[in-house]
Structure formats: structure tokens, C-alpha cells
């Protein structure tokens, strides 16, 4: 039997490394990968339990003011919107993302205005059903808040991560693309305005 030349072990141990190097940052883009895309199903998660409580917000508030059929018609088309943009995470869009934010902040400015009706009908704001639902929304709405950001701290990990040399080139390679972030809606300055 022939042994190998000192070049050839050589040639395999520096294969080899490169081949172990691959093999750790394929699955490190995978690990990173696996954590944005959980972050951003929690998100949905989130954005999911606001749009069940709201059914129960409006029969009670139908309750108390029959004659603001415009206002729950709003919010019941705005929910429907909202539940029907659905999203592959791992494969998100710059523009399905700004579809699902889009269909989202109309479903908060319908629930604005939901909730604005309370003004007017002293019995709903002392409700206590009203106020346990209004409650929960709120905490909802904190929910979100909480993953909107925990999905962008996770991202930006995942983008630093196949961004930087060399793992750049493996990213290219096998096909991780970067994700992109919630952000703030361009009128959210602006303060929403509620009309009836």
C-alpha cells in the first residue's frame, strides 16, 4: 500500500477545516435563522389574540350604542384585513411586511375609535366587562409592542451575522437572505384622529 505524500495530508487537513468552518456556519445561519423566524410567529401570536378580543369588544359596546353601527362595521372590516395578510417568515417580504403592518395599524385606528364611543356612553365606560376587555386590549397592545422588539433585536443578531466576512460568503452561497424589521409607520408622528 502506497502512503500519502506530505502534501496530500495536508491538502485533506486544510479541506477538512474548511469543510468543518461550512459546516459551523451553515448551521449558526440556521440557529439565527430559526430564532427571527420564531420572533416574528410571536408576533403574529400576539397580533392574533388582540383580533379574537375584539368580537367581544364590539357586542359589548353594541350594547350600549346601537346608533354607532359605522364605527363596528369599521373595526370588523379592519380585523378580517388584518387576520387575512398572512406571512412566511422565513421567506418575508420588504413589502408583505409593510402590507401586514399596513393592515394592522388600520385594525389600531378602528379600535381607536371602538374605543373613543365610551366617551359618550357613561354606563359602558362603568362596564365592568367593558373595562376587563378594555384592559386586556391594552395589555395585548404591550404584548405587541414587547415582540415587535424582540423581533428586531433577534434580526439584527441574524443580519450581523451572515453580513460579516466570511460568512457572507456562505449565506450567499446557501441562500440566507437578510430580513428586514418592523418599523415605525411614516404617520406615526402624527397623532391619530378620531371623528365620528
Not at 397592545?141 to 414587547?146: A, G, Q, W
Amino acid at each position: 500500500m502506497k502512503s500519502l505524500s506530505k502534501g496530500t495530508i495536508g491538502l485533506i487537513v486544510v479541506v477538512a477545516i474548511i469543510a468543518m468552518w461550512a459546516i459551523g456556519g451553515y448551521n449558526g445561519m440556521v440557529q439565527e435563522q430559526e430564532k427571527a423566524t420564531t420572533a416574528f410567529a410571536n408576533v403574529q401570536s400576539a397580533y392574533q389574540r388582540r383580533a379574537d378580543l375584539i368580537p367581544n369588544l364590539v357586542e359589548v359596546v353594541k350594547g350600549y350604542a346601537k346608533h354607532e353601527e359605522e364605527t363596528f362595521k369599521g373595526v370588523v372590516e379592519a380585523r378580517a384585513k388584518a387576520t387575512q395578510v398572512t406571512i412566511d417568515p422565513s421567506n418575508v417580504t420588504p413589502e408583505q411586511l409593510k402590507e401586514f403592518q399596513a393592515a394592522q395599524g388600520e385594525l389600531s385606528q378602528a379600535l381607536g375609535r371602538l374605543l373613543a364611543v365610551q366617551e359618550n356612553y357613561p354606563e359602558l365606560k362603568a362596564n365592568e366587562n367593558f373595562k376587563d376587555l378594555q384592559v386586556q386590549l391594552e395589555g395585548t397592545e404591550n404584548r405587541i409592542n414587547t415582540e415587535r422588539n424582540k423581533y428586531n433585536e433577534v434580526v439584527q443578531v441574524y443580519n450581523t451575522f451572515i453580513r460579516k466576512f466570511p460568512k457572507n460568503i456562505l449565506a450567499s452561497i446557501f441562500g440566507f437572505p437578510k430580513m428586514d424589521k418592523f418599523e415605525a409607520d411614516a404617520d406615526a408622528k402624527n397623532a391619530p384622529k378620531v371623528k365620528f
